[in-house]
């Protein structure tokens, strides 16, 4: 009994020193897992070779990256990811705004690009950007 588990304490603490200075688990893992659960749940049904070799290489780069001792450059990787999800997120909660705002419509500006909130009136109007004072026109189409 006494033997059995000091076997288990060595493989135990081999397991640790193993593990020790290894990256881990980050964002970027969650998502390279959540990626390759969803495709491999897609070809079940779909079967294609193509897909499942896909899924084995983005597995293969969240256990290696997991696994890995260059703490630098993975939370390098895991930054770029985080801050294009975001971006992502900023975009669309942008666009679910002017979306719900029936009383205005979102216009760039041709001239230096800003966005203009204007009165949705429908018909063909001319606006002065307040920002460049350039001229354009905009139509609208809908009330
Ligand atoms: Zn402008």
Request: hydrophobic share 40%.
């Amino acid at each position: 009994m006494i033997k059995q588990g000091g076997s288990d304490m060595r493989f135990f603490n081999r397991l640790l020193s193993f593990m020790k200075g290894r990256y881990g688990i980050d964002e970027t893992f969650y998502l390279l897992f959540g990626i390759s659960c969803a495709f491999a749940i897609a070809n079940l049904f779909l079967r294609l070779w193509q897909l499942q070799i896909v899924i084995y290489i983005i597995s293969a780069i969240a256990i290696l990256r997991f696994f890995s001792r260059n703490y630098t450059a993975r939370s390098r990787e895991n930054k770029i990811i985080a801050e294009a999800f975001s971006g992502l997120r900023n975009r669309f909660r942008t666009y679910k705004t002017r979306k719900a705002d029936k009383m205005h419509i979102y216009k760039k500006c041709p001239n230096c690009k800003a966005v203009l909130r204007l009165p949705r009136r429908k018909g063909k109007h001319t606006t002065v950007c307040p920002n460049c004072h350039s001229e354009f026109s905009v139509r609208v189409f809908k009330q």
